[in-house]
């Protein structure tokens, strides 16, 4: 049996099809990934993510793991991939873990979404950010964002990838302002969310809902009635893809806090933007 190879990976999502393999050639990231393996080790392997990101999705802590045999040292075989990745992936370090799945061994994944409020286009964030002219009731939209913490159905924001199991655990939930700046004359608003997994578009369903209560075109009360009524926002706006990123993956041994997991979906179950 071939070694395998835990690694983490940035990418930037913009080019891709989203990170799961597709037909026809059809360019995602695991597709580059795999292709980078085969032609670095001549062998072919089976990537696994820890999570399955949309079209235009970000990452700087996805996390892959590979079955190859490789006589160098690691840092060499991710300096061979490196070299033979396109320059909008790269992987940020490698190890051998011998019977790790990134998916499955995962307690929790932690996203973020940046808003600008801005007036005029801002080119150079165009495929970073998702940029709004106001969101004058934020601190509405910040007691909502509190209101998903804890375990709920989150039906409202999401389907199932498997299953009909709608519930998640959500740990942190929050949004961070920064000021304008004489370099960057705008605020920006990054929602942070911590789960242990997540329904399809999930986090962009939730962004987006959020947003509509910074603009004042829901109240609080609304958001937190259609949140309990745990049925698909249907007319509700998805935050487009280019302002999420999946910036880690949590594993027991990196100190996450133990966490009770009778009745839930496994962490591994699924993780979708």
Known sequence: MSPRFRATLAYDGTAYQGFQRQPDGIPTIQGEVERAIAEVTQQVTTVIGAGRTDTGVHA????????VDWKHDDIDLLRALNATLPADIALQSITQHEGFHPRFDAVSRIYKYTVIVAQQRQPLLRYRAWQVRNLPHSEAMQAAAELLTG?????????PPQGENTVRTVFKSEWQLSLPTEDQPFETWTYTIEANAFLQHMVRRIVGALVDVGQGRCTIDEFRAAFERARLM?????????????VKVCYPEQ????REHAGETPAGGSNYG
């Open 255 to 258: 100190g996450a806090q133990d």
């Open 151 to 159: 375990e709920h159905d989150f039906a409202s924001f999401g389907k």
């Open 234 to 246: 249907e007319k509700g706006v998805i935050a487009p893809p280019h302002g999420l990123v999946l």
């Open 60 to 67: 700087t802590g996805q996390v892959i793991a590979f079955d």
